[in-house]
């Protein structure tokens, strides 16, 4: 059997770093993506295939799909769109440039290099296109508004995907991790500290006795229920391989509890539930 060939976005570490890894081990052949040429020139000196792809920069994407077909002789088995970060705050807090910047990178950066590589695998009549989404994209959860909402987006482009290209050969996919343990609080600092006047806020008390220790303190252990970038990589291998995958793969306790919670609970138990009130 021919060898098959994936692009997975946001290698630098945690999820993407352990999906490449894994799947280059199981003779795949990955082009890792990264956001910086640092992290690109670390993945090649372990043995990848790295390149830079940054989802803000339209002529980086379409240079990065332009070197994967070059090294494939254009074609592409699978995407496992990846990449994403947090801007962790009060909803009434954040900028309107605030979300036009997550939005570039979480969702509209993804489905541009969806829509850059779906001819080819329509043409091949095969493929699979995997979305990492969350937990908070079958919920939302306070003072993390603007990640729910592209995660929310997520779901609904990657089943209109679905839909529209029921016949087509073409799978997508949707993985639902909740708590991993990855980079994404120490990620989310910058943009925390670029976009959210905090001390300005009406809502500071919460920053101060909750968002900030919990963003600013050093971890010592794994969080209830969180789990190791791994038990995803588990998930996106069947989404994978299998001859009939699931269109969600859902990976933490707290993911099937969200879902149960969503379908069995009104939506005034449900905001009991996530706020007490």
């Given at each position: 059997m021919a060898q098959k060939s994936i ?182 600092i910058p943009h925390f500290e670029k ?83």
């Open positions: 692009l997975i976005t946001g290698c630098s570490s945690g999820i993407g770093y352990d999906a490449a890894h894994t799947l280059h081990k199981r003779g795949w052949r990955v082009f890792a993506s990264c956001r910086q040429a640092k992290d690109v020139n670390r993945l090649k000196s372990e043995g990848l295939e790295s390149l830079v792809l940054d989802y803000a920069d339209e002529t980086s994407i379409k240079a990065a799909v332009a070197q994967v077909f070059t090294a494939t002789n254009g074609a592409l088995d699978a995407l496992f769109n990846n990449g994403a970060y947090a801007i962790p705050a009060a909803t009434e807090d954040l900028p309107r440039d605030a979300l036009r910047a997550i939005f570039e990178v979480n969702l509209f950066g993804q489905f541009d290099l969806i829509n850059q590589v779906l001819p080819t695998m329509k043409t091949a009549g095969n493929g699979r296109i995997v979305n990492c989404s969350s937990v908070l994209g079958i919920v939302a959860l306070p003072m993390r508004g603007a990640y729910c909402a592209t995660k929310f987006a997520m779901e609904a482009m990657t089943d209109a995907l679905r839909y529209e290209n029921a016949k087509s050969g073409v799978r997508f996919i949707s993985i639902q991790p909740g708590p991993i343990a990855t980079k994404i609080r120490e990620n989310a976009w959210i006047d905090w001390e300005g806020s009406s809502q500071r008390q919460v920053y101060v006795e909750k968002l900030r220790p919990r963003l600013y303190e050093p971890k010592t252990s794994l969080d209830k229920f969180e789990l190791m970038p791994d038990a995803v990589t588990k998930k996106l291998i069947h989404a994978l391989e299998s001859r009939s995958p699931k269109p969600r793969y859902k990976v933490t306790t707290p993911t099937y509890i969200a879902e149960a919670a969503r379908r069995i609970l009104s939506k005034r138990m449900l905001d009991r539930m996530f706020t007490g009130a």
